[in-house]
Nanobody
Framework: QVQVVESVGGLVQAGESLRLSCTAS????????MGWFRQAPGKEREGLAC????????YYLESVKGRFTISRDNAKNTLYLQMSSLKPEDTAMYYC????????????????WGQGTQVTVSS
């Protein structure tokens, strides 16, 4: 049984940093491309970034480029999202997801999802 579990998010102030992690079990982690998504209230879920099996990184959202860093530790079956210079508009539920074929900004095709973790940035 595959399980994908995100770390607890939190409430931070604008300008602060936060690191999210996501641990997967029940699958061969290093065979999967891993993505981070977020969904703000009243908005559609959007793809932030993806890291391929080989560590190649793609950032999809212009507003997070240079502030967010996606990484993975295959030995620990863990995906990370380091977020810095956080802004109130980064407030959202954050999700990690796994897919086998290729990285994509679209949520469709990601087979395994975490339950989501709330990040709230106060001004």
């Amino acid at each position: 049984q595959v399980q994908v579990v995100e770390s607890v998010g939190g409430l931070v102030q604008a300008g602060e940093s936060l690191r999210l992690s996501c641990t997967a079990s029940g699958l061969t982690f290093d065979n999967y491309h891993m993505g981070w998504f977020r969904q703000a209230p009243g908005k559609e879920r959007e793809g932030l970034a993806c890291i391929g099996r080989n560590g190649f990184r793609i950032y999809y959202l212009e507003s997070v480029k240079g502030r967010f860093t996606i990484s993975r530790d295959n030995a620990k079956n863990t995906l990370y999202l380091q977020m810095s210079s956080l802004k109130p508009e980064d407030t959202a539920m954050y999700y990690c997801a796994a897919r086998y074929d290729y990285c994509s900004s679209s949520e469709y095709g990601y087979k395994y999802w975490g339950q989501g973790t709330q990040v709230t940035v106060s001004s």
